[in-house]
């Protein structure tokens, strides 16, 4: 089993920036691609970032790439998501996701993750 508990979200403006936290316990923290993933009023659950278990395959979905960066730390069993240039589409509910796996991968797939959060919203007004 494992534990994931985000938080960081809030309220800001267009433009401005935010970063979000997972915090992961339970199991080997080493052994899973972890994923962010948002759904937006209305809408389906989207991936927004991925990364693998080293943290040297990164994904990114078309529509952050160059403004958000997802990092990890392994020793701290922290995943984060540091989101710039925000805009009001980028108004979800964030959830971070395991995905148990023996490859150093990502996977954008959110069927194949196992374990998720509770998310945490983010809002950005325009």
């Known amino acids: 089993q494992l534990q994931l508990v985000e938080s960081g979200g809030g309220l800001v403006q267009a433009g401005g920036s935010l970063r979000l936290s997972c915090a992961a316990s339970?199991?080997?923290?080493?052994?899973?691609?972890m994923g962010w993933f948002r759904q937006g009023p209305g809408k389906e659950r989207e991936v927004v970032a991925a990364?693998?278990?080293?943290?040297?395959?990164?994904y990114y979905a078309a529509s952050v790439k160059g403004r958000f960066t997802i990092s990890r730390d392994n020793a701290k069993t922290l995943v984060y998501l540091q989101m710039n240039s925000l805009k009001p589409e980028d108004t979800a509910v964030y959830y971070c996701?395991?995905?148990?796996?023996?490859?150093?991968?990502?996977?954008?797939?959110?069927?194949?993750?196992?374990?998720w959060g509770q998310g945490t919203q983010v809002t950005v007004s325009s």
């Open positions: 339970g199991r080997t923290f080493s052994s899973v691609t």
């Open positions: 996701a395991a995905h148990t796996t023996n490859y150093d991968i990502t996977t954008a797939n959110s069927y194949a993750y196992d374990y």
């Open positions: 990364i693998s278990r080293s943290g040297g395959n990164i």
